[in-house]
Structures are given as C-alpha cells and as structure tokens.
C-alpha cells in the first residue's frame, strides 16, 4: 500500500479562541512506540490537532478500537500514514510540506481568503467582459473530469476553496491557480501539449501550488497590499488600454473575434499585475516543490512521472521558436526548465495521443486564426494538420491550411492545392464559412480565372450583407474591400 511518513514541525491555528481544533482524517501505524498507550505497530488515527490554554500543541490520535489520546507533535514522526485516496494524498502533501507551520503563525486568515476570492471574481469578470474565456462546454466538462482525477472537492483541512477551471485565449502556453482554487488554462498550452497524461502532469503542478499555499504565504511575505479600491482601478485602466488596442488592431486575415496581438497584452499585462497582487509569483523552491508534489501524484494514480518533463520540453520548443528566453534560463529565484527537466528527469516515452487532439480541436481551430493573424504560418498549418490528422477537421481548417498555402506560394501548383483545400472545405458542409468565398475568389484571380472570380465575390459581397449588423465594423469594412475587388477583377 502507497504510504508516506510525515514530517510535521508545528501544525496548528494561531487562533485566538482556545480548543480550537483542525481536522484530519489520516490512518497509519506506528513504527516504535509512542507513549505509554501506543505501542510499536498499533494502527493510529490522526484526527486533529490542538492547542491548549497555555499554548501548547498536541496531536490527537485514535487508537485501540476508539481510544482517543494527544501526543507531542514529534510523536508523529513515527508514525507511517497510508495513502489510500486523493484526499489522504493532498493532506500528507501538506503536513509534510510545512503548509501548517504558516497556519501556526497567522492563522487561517479568512477574512485574506475572502478577500482574494473577491479580486478573483474581478478578474473573471474582466476576462468575461473583454472576450478572453474560451467557451466550449464540452472541453470544460473534460477539463473539470480531470481535475476532479487529480484533487477531491475538498480536502478537508479547514481552508476554503473549490477548483474551478477557465480556459483563458492566448497563444502563450500558461497555466495558473489562484488561492479560491480558480485555475486558467491557455488555449495555447492546451494545443502545445499532445496528451491527456501531459494535462494531468501541468494540472497536478498547479494544484500543488494551490495544496501547498503559496499564493497566501506570498502574499504573507510581501505584508504590504495596495488598496483594493485603488489597485483594481489601475486594472479597470489597464484593461480599457488593452481593449482600445485589440479594437484598432487589424484583422485583415480571419474573422473579427479572433484574438489578435491586442488581446494577449490584454490577457497577460493585465494578468501579471493581479497574479503578483494574489500571490501567483513563485520562488525557485516552490515551483520545485510543486514539480515534486505533482511526480508524487502522478505516481499515485498511475501515470508516467516523466509526462511532467515531456510537458515542460514541449513548452521549451514554444519558448525557443518565440523568444520567450526567461522561460528557459530562469532568473535569480525562478528555476530554469533544464534545471526542473532535470530534476523529475527526461522522458521514457513519447507522450502523444490522436485522441487527445479530438478533445481539444476547436483550441487547435482558434490557435491557428492567433498564428496567421501574427502570420506564424508554420505553427497554424501544424495546428491545422492536427485537426485533419485526428478526423476532425472543419472548413476553417481547411480555409486556413488554403491561406498558409497562398501566404507562402505563388506558382500554378500549390495554387491548385490551395483550390483544393477551398472545394474540401465546400463540401464538408459543418460550419459553412463566408472567408470561403474569399479566399476562392483570391485564389482564382491568381489562377487568372477571372469570370469565376467576380462571380464568387458576388457570393461572398451577398453573404456579409446578409450578416451584417450596424454594429459590426469588420463586415461593413469587408463589403467595402469586395465591392473594389469586384471592379477590379472586371477591369483585369
């Protein structure tokens, strides 16, 4: 049986109502004896711990068939606790990990909790309102399923907080929890990753920031918070700026609504002023410590600790194609992805699965509009590939594989394979698309098919005018661009 012994240097309420209690549920044995009633090799229970009137901490234990007796908390050192579940799991993982030793020095402080709950309400509320959820309720119910694999609803320790998973739009592979449990995942984690085991790992990592407190012991370090008042106007300013910019920018490859260079600044500026306000800025030991407690839970259910480093390799990839060099060296405080890579160790396998990409196809869909926006037309036609790959390609794809094509050449043939891509997407008949007829008739001009151009564009000036609203100023400026194209191509 999966078992742990636990360390515990001082596990209990700075409270200041006396007998006050925290509750567990633990079962193990002792390795030698205890006390005078606890002898070597009697099952225990840990059920709480205690401090009395004069300050003094005990443990109290079952044993016996229901005997009840507090012991020195050093006691517990030998005593070796059974892992039978997720909960047994989480709570070891923080009695072992000191989570109760910043519980003895400033108490459960709800009212701290209750606070940061309110700002990430706040924030949810931004993201909602600026457009930065990525909705499918099928891929929330998956991700919910997961979650629920790795972490019960509560652990039962006292401390408040249900996970809740939003999947925020970014290209950026990133994933972070805040301290009332809410968990954002990009859309581009979600397609930088290639199976469910990879998920788990990244997921696991995170709830162990979330087990292990350190957001609230951030946050106790730092002491000093900005005025909520204020510092959420600063927010509401940062969003405002963000938001002007994502409506100046211009989306002149793929619909309106996709997320463009805007959006990011929108999602990630905004987000790293409030991960910093809530705690979200780990120290180099903790995110080590979160890598351990997420091997130990990979481990415990029966899944390739490795899945880990092969996710973190995978997020490497991203960084080295865009840039992003503080994800792999680190800096003073923050491991670097060799060091952590190296630590859990290097992949035994290959994680990849088709049908992970048949759950997250739609986030492949939506990433690849982010990349030929940004023109990175490399990672959009693999995005894409990976849908057509899986069976579960639809006409965005296969219009945004025929652009990709375009984008790159501009000879007879591969003018005939964007064709081709176009007339597969016609006749898949799942989501029909006006960008269709678009990008037919740009295809059809190059392939000097002139007549069949002007008569596609007519097909695609009648379609936007009849989903044009008053308020939509992608279409409005799209009428304008076709009806000059159509006097174009009749003066070619």
């Known amino acids: 049986m999966k078992y742990i012994i636990a360390f515990i240097v001082g596990l209990l309420f700075n409270v200041s109502v006396s007998n006050a209690q925290l509750s567990l549920n633990l079962t193990g044995f002792a390795t030698e004896k205890i006390s005078n009633s606890i002898k070597e090799g009697d099952m225990v229970q840990l059920k709480s711990f205690y401090k009395d009137v004069y300050n003094n901490d005990f443990a109290v234990v079952s044993y016996g068939g229901g005997m009840s007796a507090y012991i020195d908390l050093k006691g517990l050192s030998s005593i ?80 408040p907080g249900i996970l809740n998973v939003k999947v925020l739009k970014s290209e950026a592979p990133n994933a972070f929890i805040y301290p009332n449990g809410t968990m954002f995942i990009t859309t581009g984690l979600l397609s930088t990753l290639d199976s469910e085991e990879e998920l788990i790992a990244v997921m696991a990592h995170e709830i162990s920031h979330f087990v292990l407190d350190h957001q609230v012991q951030n946050i106790n370090i730092a002491k000093k918070r900005a005025k909520r008042a204020a510092f959420w106007a600063g927010v509401a300013t940062g969003v405002a700026a963000a938001a002007d910019a994502y409506v100046a920018s211009n989306n002149k490859y793929y619909d309106a609504g996709t997320i463009t260079m805007g959006t990011a600044v929108l999602a990630f500026g905004v987000a790293t002023a409030i991960n910093e306000r809530l705690g979200v800025n780990y120290s180099r030991k903790q995110e080590l410590l979160a890598d351990d407690c997420a091997t130990k839970l990979l481990k415990h259910i029966g899944i390739n600790t490795t899945a880990l480093s092969s996710a973190l390799l995978k997020i490497k990839e991203f960084s080295i194609l865009n840039g992003n060099y503080n994800a792999l060296s680190g800096n003073g405080t923050h491991p670097a992805i060799d060091d952590r890579i190296e630590l859990i160790g290097n992949p035994v396998k290959e994680f990849k ?98 007549d069949k151009a002007k008569e596609v564009l007519k097909k695609y000036l009648s379609a936007i005018e009849t989903e044009l609203s008053s308020s939509n100023n992608f279409l409005a400026n799209e009428i304008k661009w076709t009806r000059k194209m159509i006097y174009k191509v009749g003066k070619m």
């Open 80 to 159: 070796i606790f059974y892992v039978k579940n997720q909960k047994d799991f989480w709570q070891n993982q923080a009695l072992t990990n000191g989570v109760y030793e910043n519980i003895i020095s400033n108490g459960l402080q709800y009212k701290l909790r209750k606070e940061l709950e309110d700002e990430t309400i706040e924030y949810i509320s931004y993201t909602k309102a600026n457009n930065l959820i990525f909705n499918d309720s099928y891929l929330e119910s998956y991700l919910y399923s997961i979650a629920y694999r790795i972490y019960p609803n509560n652990i039962g320790d006292g401390r």
């Open 353 to 450: 699965n088709p049908d992970y990409d048949k759950l997250v196809s739609f986030v492949n869909s939506f990433n690849a509009k982010i990349q030929i926006n940004n023109h990175n037309l490399q990672a959009c036609s693999e995005l894409v590939n990976r849908n057509i790959k899986a069976g579960v390609a639809t006409e965005d794809d296969y219009v945004l594989l025929a652009m990709v094509t375009t984008f790159m050449f501009d000879n007879e043939k591969k003018n005939n394979e964007a064709l081709a891509y176009i007339e597969k997407a016609k006749s898949l008949n799942v989501v029909p698309t006006i960008n269709i007829f678009k990008q037919e008739a740009l295809i059809r001009i190059r392939l000097k098919e002139y």
